[in-house]
């Protein structure tokens, strides 16, 4: 059978590279869109911020004309005449010691200019970690070389929190020297700042705090030792009875465990603060909700002038420059269009929002009702992936609070019997939250007895649900939450 040619017709559905550049930016951070036109601006000449451009307009003195010019010239020839024939020569050498100390021959110090002084950056001072503190506490001992290079090794691999995970074995194969050595230098580390570093579990960081604490021998060193899991369920009765001691002892003692740190190493720990900028306002006037962009510290974009000057130019530019000029304007249309496309849809989004979780906004979390991504698209006109991009990494700023776009949208809990609306599944968690806050602490509330206190609120949840929500609250069982005393 030969080749042959065959037409045929037929529909299909394309996504353009400006399209895909759409669908992408909808789904951007407030920082990722931040640096994606920072990088647009570098790429694109035709592009350029208008907040930039005004700064630098306002800074640059205006240029001068050529009769302001003469007459500045003509003054500085007078000046000059004046000088020379008047006598009034100035005396530089006599000027400048003046700044010479009075009594002194030597010239005081002049001020550094502001392109002397270090940047802001190299003013900050840079905490210690944890690994320079135990090195510097291991320089201070008089220990051979061979000891030292095994602790600089030890050091090396305790983690963020303190810990030694690595075992003996393969530190002393490091090291080229036997477990016994490297056992030998870590006792001398866990002697060191903070108390309980270079543990190889819980139980041997919680011993080594009691023993610098002269605590050894105790019936908290025996709590620790042997009942650490009981201690753990608050079994104080079953530790008392193993430990021949009363259930008030047991409690005492966990009290002082208590306060023990279970992490050495959290002190060090490099924690920054997360910032979060919301992408949009939501506030009221005259009783009613308005939606306001934040576009405060995001790029304004334009097109340059002196391009668009150049495409009409019929002359000056030859027909490349002009091919190139025209792609990259139309790259930059595109790009502005599709940004003032995001910012309206993120607008009609949390215009959405506000109008079907009025009751939140107005009373607080405990009035969020129930919404999915479908309510939302059907009320905008929009598909549901749409709406989930739009509300991916975006933030509001409500007078409830800053809330990420998608913490409105959650599952319902049906009333008992359908009587009544349904309510959000973030309410009854809340609800849960509670009622573990006001629980008595010597009979904390089980998970059953939770479901049995929803049931009595006409909310009908199973018990494992309220396992779940308690777990997503980071809530401990009951047993964990008991306390004898």
Not at 82 to 99: C, I, R
Not at 147 to 153: A, C, D, M, N, V
Not at 174 to 192: H, P, S
Not at 449 to 466: D, M, P, S, Y
Request: charged share 30%.
């Amino acid at each position: 059978m030969g080749p042959r040619l065959d037409l045929r017709l037929q529909q299909k559905l394309i996504m353009t590279p400006q399209l895909q550049q759409a669908i992408r930016l909808l789904q951007l951070s407030r920082l990722e869109m931040n640096q994606m036109i920072t990088q647009e601006i570098m790429e694109n000449p035709l592009l350029e911020d208008i907040a930039l451009e005004t700064s630098e307009e306002e800074t640059s003195l205006p240029p001068e004309s050529d009769t302001e010019r003469r007459e500045e010239d003509s003054q500085f020839k007078e000046v000059e005449q004046v000088e020379e024939f008047g006598g009034l020569s100035f005396k530089w050498d006599e000027y400048l010691d003046e700044d010479t100390a009075e009594g002194s021959k030597e010239p005081s110090y002049s001020r550094s200019s502001s392109e002397d002084l270090p940047s802001y950056e190299q003013t900050l001072t840079k905490p210690t970690s944890l690994v320079d503190h135990l090195l510097w506490q291991l320089s201070l001992y008089s220990v051979t070389e061979a000891e030292k290079r095994i602790g600089t090794i030890i050091v090396g691999n305790i983690d963020d929190d303190g810990y030694l995970r690595t075992p003996m074995e393969e530190i002393g194969v490091i090291a080229g020297c036997g477990a016994d050595e490297v056992e030998k230098v870590l006792e001398l580390i866990q002697t060191f700042d903070p108390q309980g570093v270079g543990a190889r579990d819980l139980k041997e960081c919680l011993l080594i705090q009691i023993e610098q604490l002269g605590l050894q021998g105790t019936l908290i060193s025996a709590v620790i030792e042997h009942h650490l899991g009981d201690l753990e369920n608050k079994k104080y009765a079953v530790i008392g009875r193993s430990l021949g001691v009363s259930v008030e002892e047991v409690f005492q003692a966990s009290k002082v465990i208590e306060h023990l740190e279970p992490k050495p190493g959290r002190p060090f720990s490099s924690t920054e603060n997360l910032y979060i900028i919301p992408d949009v306002y939501v506030v009221k006037l005259e009783g009613n909700y308005v939606v306001i962009l934040n576009d405060d510290g995001l790029p304004r974009l334009r097109i340059n002038p002196y391009y668009k000057r150049l495409l009409r130019s019929k002359e000056t530019a030859t027909d490349l420059t002009k091919a190139y000029v025209e792609d990259k304007l139309r790259s930059a249309l595109w790009l502005i269009r599709s940004i003032e496309q995001r910012n309206r849809t993120i607008c009609r989004v949390s215009e959405s929002i506000v109008k079907f979780q009025r009751d939140f906004f107005d009373r607080g979390i405990g009035y969020l009702k129930p919404l999915v991504l479908k309510q939302v698209a059907d009320d905008i006109s929009m598909h549901e992936s749409t709406i989930s991009r739009v509300t991916t990494h975006k933030y509001m700023y409500t007078p409830q609070g800053i809330f990420e776009l998608k913490f409105f949208f959650n599952s319902s809990v049906p009333r008992l019997g359908g009587e009544g609306d349904s309510l959000s599944s973030i309410t009854v968690r809340e609800m849960i939250r509670r009622m573990v806050v006001e629980e008595e602490p010597k009979k904390p509330l089980t998970d059953q007895e939770i479901v049995e206190a929803l049931k009595l609120k006409n909310i009908g949840i199973a018990r494992r649900t309220v396992a779940k929500y308690r777990a997503w609250l980071n809530i401990p069982s009951a047993s964990k939450r008991k306390k004898p005393f």
